[in-house]
Every structure is written in structure tokens, then in C-alpha cells.
């Protein structure tokens, strides 16, 4: 099995920074692509920001220029650094990896964190 789990999350005010961390252990051969995700109440889970394994990001237009996703694949860590918060960034932010498994090298599984709540307010 494989799991997830974030952290970094709180409350912060406009114009702050965050930084959200999301380690995966368990059965893990290797990891492809990681990825943040968030949802705010009543809206869709969009994409905010992913990196290949080789280090290739990719962000949200909504994003650009105040976040900044990294890894690190000895550690199976993913990284989001937020900086200049805005209150719309307010939102469950959610790990993603696509995890070959020790036991089945031969399939990429998609994995979800549990989440981490993100606020912006004064």
C-alpha cells in the first residue's frame, strides 16, 4: 500500500507565504509525476501546480509567479512554496503522485492525499 500525507497548511494573512509538503512511503518502486491540487467549498478540484520526476513543472495561470512546486525523490516529497497569498486561494490543497509499486512495476497508480485546509484572511 501507499500512502500520502500533507502538511504545511494554516491560516495566514493576504500577501503571506506557506509552505505545503506532501511525503509518500510505503510500497514504492518509483514516482512518475507529482502534483497539488485544491478544492474550495461548492467549486471543482482544479490543478494548481505538477512536476515530472525529472523536474519539469507545469502551473495554473492563477498561480504564476507566487508558487513554486519542487521535489525531492530520495525522499518521495513534493514540495508547494506559496508566496503573496490571496484570499481565492483558499482552499483544500491535495497531494497527487503516480506511484509504481513495488509488487507491480508494470502499472502506474494514481494516489490522493487526505488534505491540508489553506486559508487566507485578515
Known amino acids: 500500500q501507499v500512502q500520502l500525507v500533507e502538511s504545511g497548511g494554516g491560516l495566514v494573512q493576504p500577501g503571506g507565504s506557506l509552505r505545503l509538503s506532501c511525503a509518500a512511503s510505503?510500497?514504492?518502486?518509483?514516482?512518475?509525476?507529482m502534483g497539488w491540487y485544491r478544492q474550495a467549498p461548492g467549486k471543482q478540484r482544479d490543478m494548481v501546480a505538477a512536476?515530472?520526476?525529472?523536474?519539469?513543472?507545469n502551473y495554473a495561470d492563477s498561480v504564476k509567479g507566487r508558487f513554486t512546486i519542487s521535489r525531492d525523490n530520495a525522499k518521495n516529497t513534493v514540495y508547494l512554496q506559496m508566496n503573496s497569498l490571496k484570499p481565492e486561494d483558499t482552499a483544500v490543497y491535495l497531494c497527487n503522485a503516480g506511484v509504481i509499486r513495488s509488487d507491480s512495476i508494470w502499472a502506474v497508480r494514481d494516489y490522493w492525499g487526505q488534505g491540508t485546509q489553506v486559508t487566507v484572511s485578515t
Open positions: 510505503g510500497s514504492i518502486f518509483s514516482i512518475n509525476a
Open positions: 512536476i515530472t520526476s525529472g523536474g519539469s513543472t
